[in-house]
């Protein structure tokens, strides 16, 4: 069986891994790497291969005030999320003005896709399900 994810659900792992990343790392979560970040995987995942002009204009637009009306209707795969996120990190990266996403980069995508699965996973929980190291390990990396 499939499981499916809401958009609403996709939004609030994502908020809460760049949350957690930001924290950890001791980087205000309202840092640029993390808001193009969440607007090119939210753009992606409603429109895989999007340009980034399409990116620039979501960001920009902000949060709507009212959400869609299917915001909690389970429309997406784990498969989706994991290609969203993971694609738009790399491209807020590369429009960010790094070469290549770094492990604070990997470590968002990690956490909010732990967090999709499990939303009251902890910075523990990410490492110990993502990474074969300590968590003090990890948070050297960040």
């Not at 291969?49 to 429309?75: C, Q, R």
Request: hydrophobic share 40%; proline share 7%; charged share 25%.
């Amino acid at each position: 069986m499939t499981v499916l994810y809401s958009r609403a659900q996709v939004r609030n792992a994502i908020t809460k891994g760049l949350t957690m990343a930001a924290a950890e790392a001791r980087v205000p979560s309202s840092a640029d790497r993390f808001t193009w970040a969440r607007a090119a995987a939210m753009t992606l995942l409603e429109k895989p291969g999007a340009p980034w002009a399409e990116v620039k204009n979501e960001h920009y637009k902000g949060t709507p005030a009212t959400p869609p009306s299917d915001d909690d209707t389970p429309l997406f795969t784990r498969d989706q999320v994991s290609q969203a996120v993971t694609n738009g990190v790399d491209l807020a990266a590369e429009h960010n003005g790094r070469s290549c996403p770094d492990d604070l980069d990997n470590f968002m995508v990690n956490a909010s896709l732990t967090l999709l699965d499990d939303p009251d996973a902890d910075f523990y929980q990410v490492v110990a399900e993502c990474y074969g190291e300590r968590p003090s390990v990890v948070r050297s990396w960040l």
